[in-house]
């Protein structure tokens, strides 16, 4: 069965925190990406990775870093958090060399900035 | 740029009654359009997708969606909603290498009546 997972369901962290939030996938998928998603704007791409130490930024990558040093591991990094990253992270993988076109996304980590 | 518009914020169905729910997309090219659905506290699991061919799609759980290029939409359909269909549904379009890059709708949440 394949598994996307993150490292928390739940996290609260002080304005201007440096906030670490990690995916971790099972099933040797190349691409990696990084959304939020926030009442009636679905889902947004802040970062995608299509292989190790590869980046791309998404639509919304202002704010946020990412890093990816392992296949199966994508880190995205908020520097100094703020207010209006309060929000769900979802975090997804894709295989491209056999490719299925279908997204498999992890639990979601709900982020609180107070 | 793309975009995905889901009209439709609140849908509020019977149980075993229909149900249709809307997608326009706005894309220059032959578009990936995918339904993806987020059951409470979950992730998103992909429902159905539709890259070319018959404009009909089949999908899991009993749901199919179509394909009208001349409307721009791909609409979702179930015949016979059960409870465990109450859940957020989420249209995308993707682009990019094997349609990768999503660019989802705002979102329909659907609650079903006993």
């Known amino acids: 069965d394949v598994k996307v997972t993150q490292s928390s369901r739940y996290l609260v962290k002080r304005t201007g925190e440096k906030v670490f939030l990690e995916c971790v996938q099972d099933m040797d998928h190349e691409n990696m990406f990084w959304y939020r998603q926030d009442p009636g704007l679905g889902l947004r791409l802040i970062y995608f990775s299509y292989d190790v130490k590869m980046k791309e930024k998404g639509d919304i990558p202002e704010g946020y870093s990412v890093s990816r040093e392992k296949k199966e591991r994508f880190s995205l990094i908020l520097e100094s958090a703020s207010t209006n990253q309060t929000s769900m992270y979802l975090c997804?993988?894709?295989?491209?060399?056999?490719?299925?076109?279908?997204?498999?996304f992890g639990p979601g980590t709900r982020l609180t900035v107070t | 740029a793309q975009s995905v518009t889901q009209p439709d914020i609140h849908i509020t169905v019977s149980e075993g009654a229909s149900l249709e729910l809307r997608c326009n997309y706005s894309y220059g090219a032959t578009p990936y359009l995918f339904w993806y659905v987020q059951s409470p506290g979950q992730g998103l699991q992909l429902l159905l997708k539709?890259?070319?061919?018959?404009?009909l799609v089949q999908g899991i759980k009993g749901f199919e969606a179509e394909f009208k290029r001349s409307q721009s939409s791909f609409n979702l359909r179930k015949p016979s909603v059960h409870w465990s269909d109450a859940a957020e549904y989420f249209c995308a379009v993707g682009k990019g290498a094997a349609g990768n890059k999503l660019t989802f709708g705002g979102g329909t949440r659907v609650l079903v009546k006993p």
């Open positions: 539709y890259f070319s061919g018959d404009t």
């Open positions: 997804a993988s894709t295989d491209l060399i056999r490719p299925t076109y279908e997204q498999y």
